[in-house]
């Protein structure tokens, strides 16, 4: 198997994977559990590999790196075009493939678990802000109901 490029259309449990060699011809369709992914993955020599930017694509691509793949990230938005019928995991893994193999296409980077865990916090901070908002009005609300009204801000 000379595999070049492969698409990997990521789920919770199962994923469907779909690889092509320098001409394009399919050489790899298959679907993996997600505990054998990387085994797979282990067992083939380094290639292009693409996923939609999704949960768990960063973690992926940082261990598909670690076994010597280019891992890349393409935005869902630019696989739907190569979308050739009906969506499934199947066709959108070939969808993924072939819009990796595209020399133009666009590549979310790679985030390191130091990034993520940065994006992380400032996530919930943000949740944590918005929720305190939200009470801050409720409470505003039902104060008004009583006549008592309160000034701006908290």
């Known amino acids: 198997m000379n595999i070049t490029t492969v698409g990997i259309d ?3 449990n199962v994923f469907s994977v ?4 320098a001409q394009g011809k399919v ?4 679907t993996v559990s997600r505990g054998k992914l990387l085994e797979c ?4 020599p380094p290639c292009v590999i693409g996923m939609e930017a999704c949960t768990g694509a960063h973690h992926w691509a940082r261990g598909l790196r670690e076994l010597g793949h280019d891992a890349r990230i393409i935005a869902p938005r630019f696989v739907i075009p190569y979308r050739k019928s009906g969506k499934n995991d199947g066709n959108d893994a070939e969808a993924i493939c072939e819009a990796t193999s595209r020399p133009a296409m666009r590549f979310v ?6 990034q993520q865990a940065i ?9 944590l802000v918005a929720e305190r908002t939200a009470q801050i009005n409720q409470i505003r609300g039902l104060m008004a109901e009583f006549g008592l ?3 701006k801000g908290r």
């Open 149 to 151: 009204i309160m000034p």
């Open 109 to 114: 980077p790679v985030k390191s678990s130091e």
């Open 27 to 30: 050489t790899l369709k298959k």
């Open 10 to 12: 990521l789920a919770k």
């Open 119 to 127: 994006l992380c916090l400032h996530r919930i901070r943000q949740g």
């Open 41 to 44: 993955f282990a067992k083939l």
């Open 18 to 21: 779909h690889g092509v060699d």
